[in-house]
């Protein structure tokens, strides 16, 4: 069962790779054709895919984890931000983490979900 287990997982992995990257591919799109959106809008995505998304996996999982949401990720990272706008500051108070506090409870569930996974997995490896 391990050895399925093993190969189910590493399927799972593979699958949400591409998700992942088709995801990212297509909202770089997005962004790069809309043009009625906010003049920070780029910025801020690239700003906060970096601070917001992969700062934390890389101190939560390390950094060969963040090196490869990096690389998935990477076409959202369009438009460096250079300095706050005021258009990037209106767009960082909009998307406050005061609007995901109640997610931040279900995050915390769903990490001590997968460190039980992970323990299970390598005590039956």
Known sequence: ??????????EMCEGARRSLRTTAQL??????ASSGLPSGARPFIADYVGRRILA?????YGEPVARELRDLLSP???EPL?????????INSAVDF???DPK???MNDFRGKVQTLRHLVRRHS
């Open 56 to 60: 934390p996996v890389g101190a939560w």
């Open 27 to 32: 909202f770089r799109q997005y962004l790069m």
């Open 1 to 10: 069962m391990s050895d399925l287990f093993t190969q189910f997982t590493l």
């Open 82 to 90: 250079l300095s706050y706008s005021p258009e990037v500051d209106e």
């Open 104 to 106: 931040a409870g279900l």
């Open 98 to 100: 005061a609007i995901f």
């Open 76 to 78: 959202l990272r369009v």
